[in-house]
C-alpha cells in the first residue's frame, strides 16, 4: 500500500516531512512535489533503493536520474569538477527549476548515471522538497513520479493514478506551479548545451553565460534526431495518449482549417475527437466546439506559456481517462517558456506534425 500524507505546500508540517525523510533515509520511494513536476525520491547513495525506484516505475536502466541536493555544499562530494561557470548559474538560478549535468565523483552509484561519467544535479525551489531534502540529510535521486512513457504528475492525484501500491509513499502538497520539467544544461561540453528546454529559459542562460548552445534534437522528437545522444534519457519514448495524437504547426490561417477539417473527417467515420487549442483560435473553433463528439481544451492564451505549461500534462492525462479516438493539439509557438510547451507538444506527437 501507498500512504499519503497531505501538507501545507508553503508550511509543511516538520512531524509529516520527518516521517517521509525517514522513510527515504529507509530505502523507501517517496513522492514529493516540486516546482516543476512531482519526483520520485530514492536515496541516491542506496543502490538497491535505486534499483527498486526503476522497477517501480518501469523505467529502462539507461535512463539517468536527477540527483537533488538542498544546498550547494552537497555538491562538491558528488562531482568531480566544479566549472567555473557553476557559481554564476548557482547565484541566479538555484534553488530552482535548472538541472546541471557535470562530471561525477566516485561516491555516485552507476544505478543513477545509468553508467554515464557525468551526474546530473537541481537544487529545487519547493518548500516541501527543500524541507524533505533537509531533513532527509541525503541526496535524492528523483525522476518524475510518473509511469515510462505517461505525462509527468503535477498533482498527487496523478502520482497515485500510475503508483498506488508500487510505491511507499506520496507527500502531497497541492498542485505544481510550473508544470514541467527543469531546463537541463549540459556543462561538461565546450560550452554549455540545453538538454532539455524548462522554466530557466535559453533566453536567461544566454543573458547569464553569453554563448549557451542547444542539443540537435531541441524541440523536436527523439526518434527524428540523428547523431549521438548526449543525454540517454532523450531517446526515451515520451508521453504517448493511448488516441493518436497530431499536432498543428504554422500560420492561424493556413493551419487551423486543416485542423478543423480533420476533426470533421475522423466525426464522420464515427470517432470521438479532443482538440487542444490555444485561446485565440476560440472563434475560428467555435462550430465545432458544439459537436457533441467534440472536447475543446485551450491552453490559455499564446502569449501566456505559463499557463500553457502548468495546464498541459494534466490536460492530457484527462483526456486519456476520457479515452477520445483522436486527439488533434493546436502548436505552441517557440520563446521563453513557450519553448518548452512547444518541445513537450512535440515529443507528444512523436514525429506526426502537420506544418
Ligand atoms: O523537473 C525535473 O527535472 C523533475 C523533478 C522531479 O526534479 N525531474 C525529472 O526527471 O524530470 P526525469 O528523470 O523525468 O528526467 C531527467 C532528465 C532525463 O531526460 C535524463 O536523461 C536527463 O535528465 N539526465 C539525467 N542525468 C543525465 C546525465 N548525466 N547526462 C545527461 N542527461 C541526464
Ligand atoms: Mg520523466
Request: proline share 7%; charged share 20%; net charge negative.
Amino acid at each position: 500500500m501507498t500512504d499519503v500524507i497531505r501538507v501545507s505546500p508553503e508550511n509543511p508540517d516538520p512531524a509529516s516531512i520527518a516521517r517521509a525523510a525517514e522513510c527515504l533515509r529507509g530505502g523507501g520511494l517517496v513522492a514529493f512535489p516540486t516546482e516543476t513536476v512531482y519526483g520520485l525520491g530514492v536515496n541516491a547513495l542506496d543502490r538497491t533503493a535505486v534499483q527498486r525506484l526503476f522497477a517501480a516505475k518501469q523505467r529502462p536502466a539507461t535512463d539517468p536520474l536527477i540527483v537533488h541536493i538542498g544546498s550547494i555544499d552537497a555538491l562538491p562530494a558528488l562531482v568531480a569538477r566544479v566549472p567555473a561557470c557553476l557559481a554564476t548559474l548557482a547565484d541566479r538560478f538555484w534553488p530552482g527549476p535548472l538541472t546541471l549535468v557535470l562530471s561525477r565523483s566516485e561516491a555516485v552509484p552507476d544505478e543513477v548515471t545509468a553508467g554515464l561519467n557525468t551526474v546530473a544535479i537541481r537544487i529545487p525551489l519547493h518548500p516541501v522538497a527543500r524541507a524533505l531534502i533537509s531533513a532527509a540529510a541525503v541526496p535524492v535521486a528523483a525522476p518524475s513520479a510518473n509511469l515510462f512513457s505517461r505525462p509527468s504528475p503535477t498533482q498527487a492525484a496523478h502520482v497515485l493514478e500510475d503508483l498506488n501500491g508500487r510505491i511507499d509513499l506520496v507527500v502531497d502538497g497541492g498542485a505544481t506551479t510550473i508544470g514541467v520539467e527543469s531546463t537541463v544544461l549540459d556543462l561538461t561540453s565546450e560550452i554549455p548545451i540545453v538538454l532539455r528546454p524548462g522554466a530557466v529559459t535559453l533566453e536567461m542562460l544566454r543573458d547569464a553565460l553569453g554563448d549557451v548552445g542547444v542539443f540537435p534534437g531541441f524541440g523536436r522528437d527523439a526518434s527524428t534526431t540523428t547523431g549521438a545522444m548526449p543525454s540517454p534519457g532523450m531517446l526515451e519514448k515520451h508521453y504517448s495518449p493511448r488516441a493518436s495524437l497530431t499536432l498543428y504547426e504554422g500560420e492561424t490561417k493556413a493551419v487551423l482549417p486543416i485542423l478543423v477539417g480533420t476533426a470533421h473527417k475522423e466525426l464522420a467515420n464515427g470517432r470521438s475527437v479532443a482538440i487542444i487549442a490555444v485561446e485565440e483560435d476560440a472563434h475560428e473553433l467555435a462550430a465545432l466546439a458544439l459537436d457533441r463528439r467534440v472536447v475543446l481544451r485551450t491552453l490559455g492564451s499564446q502569449d501566456a506559456p505559463g499557463t500553457a505549461a502548468r495546464t498541459l500534462y494534466a490536460t492530457f492525462r484527462e483526456l486519456d481517462t476520457l479515452g477520445v479516438n483522436v486527439i488533434l493539439v493546436r502548436g505552441f509557438p517557440a520563446g521563453g517558456l513557450g519553448t518548452a510547451v512547444q518541445d513537450r507538444l512535440r515529443r507528444a506527437a512523436a514525429g506526426r506534425i502537420i506544418v
